[in-house]
């Protein structure tokens, strides 16, 4: 019930006209923007709980991933980035719990769980800590920059693992 009344509203608010005034624009914006960020959560749930339970795949998809693609008309990197959210804030509840109140906003909690994703939990504990504390005084890419050497210093195996995998989606 309360996400088909989301969906009403979102639709008709993408119908209405833009306000003539700049002021009110520049302030309905930012609510959108808290808006879109709460709704990612509520999502980032929700598409961990399909791919926790393999849902994508008994509906006929390869992979949670490809049912992002194809259902959500999402590209590849949105797709990865939704369930890495999904996947990690089941691990975060503090993160999510600071996510779904607005305390962080979806750039700084993407680029915590990016972080974390494949490290261990005593790993990612640790890194979470750092990191949350690091949110808590600078944005999304001083977060993403910590979380990207911390990885690197708790899972150094995992860093020539993403290269690998960076150079193989980047050549053929």
Known sequence: M???????????????????????????????LFARDR??????????????VGQARRHGHASTRSWLRTSGGMTVAGASR?????????RLPRVREKFATGELAAGV??????????????????????????????????VAKAGRYL?????????DRDERADYARRFL
């Open 2 to 32: 309360l996400v088909a009344s989301v969906r009403e509203s979102a639709q008709a608010l993408a119908l209405a006209p833009v306000p003539d005034d700049v002021d009110i624009c520049l302030a309905e914006a930012e609510e959108l």
């Open 39 to 52: 709704i990612t959560c509520a999502l980032a749930d929700r598409v961990g709980r399909v791919h926790r």
């Open 82 to 90: 939704l369930l890495t959210l999904g996947i990690e804030l089941a």
């Open 109 to 142: 909690v993407e680029a915590i769980c990016a972080a974390i994703s494949g490290l261990s939990d005593e790993q990612a504990a640790l890194a979470k800590s750092i990191l949350l504390e690091l949110a808590a005084k600078a944005g999304a890419a001083e």
């Open 151 to 159: 990885r690197a210093i708790l899972d150094p195996d995992g860093e």
